[in-house]
């Protein structure tokens, strides 16, 4: 698999309210963590409900260098050979393009006792440190070392230990799982990252022969399985949440009545009780949830959390919404206190927002001003998408490679629910 980035932009009008269907595709934050976990077993393995985006063949890259092959038969499945011949090394052409690359570490670690890793820089929104999954996977044995920027680990073998998380970290979490796997003894992990797409790792690792216990708990229990046990599986993505509140807050804003299909209201709880608390209702129909929306929705206060709190990832979302909801709202960010770029865009579309450290205050206006506005990141970017339909006249949105990067086919998607809305 190759990527091609094209410069590009896309085309927001309002036109009002949005009816119909939408589906929902696989998630980003899960997908990229299931392909990462085919290094584990030899052989031949198939995700299915896989997104079409950027990051995947940038994922599907990186395993290719490292000894699996990637092929997509048919749009949604994608089919990953481990050859069985791994090199344990992620270069830094390919691990600078994906955060998520980071996911190799416990997987290689685990399975062919060494590793070397370009350090992952930061993001458009801050530091992404992994300090903690260093020293977890210290003391379960691993010696690391720090040297031109790559970062090496060896292990002949793991073995099990007690791991507490200051912070239930998502990375952190993954990686230690995986590590765990192979490790003599048990594993214990405190605090460990909830999310759907953990769990998802999770329930594949359980089908491929991992003996996992606590699945979907803050307390996972790995005991450690022979190397060469784990077997390959056919395994459905979990639908993506942050993409589903995408089609929510484009309601939100536009308003309308659209079935977001595949949306799973229990992967969004918190979520959706707070965009009722706004106005906006909720149905729960066969495979899948109905939003509704109409009129200004009022304003509410919001702060993000991990799991099963108000991801951060909703945040530009949130935001927006608010930007044209009745009142204020303060929305704290307690994950990535950098993460607020996007508002300087949100400003030049006329919106309300002050900034000050990890706060926002977001007074609603009756309406923004279609201008030209820069995607600083796919969630930014999205968020610029949602917002151009609340906008008088047009946005034009630039960036469009990060959007590509998370979302498959936003503009074809908004469009199918009546959007005005087209890449040029
Ligand atoms: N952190 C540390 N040290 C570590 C690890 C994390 O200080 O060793 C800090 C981070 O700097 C951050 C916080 O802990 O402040 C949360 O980090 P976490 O490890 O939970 O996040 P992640 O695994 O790096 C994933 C998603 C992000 C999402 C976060 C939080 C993937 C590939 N990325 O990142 O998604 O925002 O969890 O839910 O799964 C996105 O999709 O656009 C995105 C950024």
């Given at each position: 698999m190759r990527t091609n980035q094209v410069p590009e932009h896309i085309v927001v009008r309002q036109r009002g309210e949005l009816h119909g269907t939408v589906d929902v595709p696989g998630a980003k934050n899960s997908v990229l963590k299931l392909m990462a976990a085919t290094?584990?077993?030899?052989g031949t393995h198939e995700l299915t409900n896989v997104p079409a985006i950027a990051d995947v063949a940038i994922m599907g890259d990186l395993l290719a260098a490292i000894g699996v092959d990637s092929t997509?038969?048919?749009?949604?499945r994608l089919v990953l050979t481990n050859r069985g011949d791994l090199v344990p090394v992620a270069p830094y052409e390919l691990v600078e393009r994906i955060r998520?690359?980071?996911?190799?570490l416990g997987p290689l670690l685990g399975r062919c006792g060494r590793v070397r890793l370009a350090m992952p820089g930061g993001d458009d929104f801050g530091a992404r440190p992994i300090d903690m999954h260093v020293a977890a996977l210290e003391t379960m044995g691993a010696e690391f070392k720090f040297s031109h920027g790559d970062v090496e680990a060896r292990a002949d073998r793991l073995h099990g230990a007690a791991v507490s998380f200051a912070f239930p970290s998502v990375g952190a979490t993954e990686n230690v799982l995986t590590a765990a796997v192979f490790a003599e003894g048990v594993t214990t992990i405190d605090n460990a990252a909830r999310e759907p797409e953990v769990v998802d790792l999770c329930d594949l690792l359980v089908a491929m022969g991992a003996d996992i216990a606590g699945?979907?708990?803050s307390t996972l229990t790995v005991r450690g399985v022979e190397r060469g046990s784990l077997r390959p599986v056919g395994h459905r993505t979990v639908a993506d949440r942050i993409q589903a509140a995408t089609y929510m807050a484009a309601v939100a804003v536009a308003g309308g009545d659209v079935v977001v299909r595949d949306a799973r209201p229990e992967h969004m709880s918190n979520l959706l009780a707070r965009l009722a608390d706004m106005g906006m209702d909720f149905e729960p129909v066969p495979g899948g949830l109905r939003v509704a929306a109409s009129g200004r929705l009022r304003s509410i206060d919001v702060q993000t959390l991990p799991y099963p709190g108000i991801a951060t990832d909703y945040k530009p979302l949130v935001i927006t919404m608010l930007s044209v909801a009745d009142g204020v709202g303060i929305v704290t960010e307690n994950l990535y206190p950098g993460r607020f770029r996007y508002v300087e865009e949100l400003l030049r579309l006329g919106a309300d927002v002050r900034t000050n450290g990890h706060h926002a205050v977001v007074r609603g206006v009756p309406r923004l001003s279609g201008a030209p506005v820069r995607a600083h990141d796919i969630r930014a970017g999205a968020a610029m998408v949602v917002a151009g339909l609340a906008a008088e006249g047009e946005t034009v949105i630039s960036g469009v490679g990060h959007i590509d990067r998370g979302y498959d086919d936003l503009v074809g998607r908004l469009r199918s629910v009546g959007a005005d809305i087209e890449r040029v």
């Open positions: 290094i584990m077993a030899d997509v038969p048919e749009p949604g998520a690359s980071i996911n190799v699945v979907g708990t």
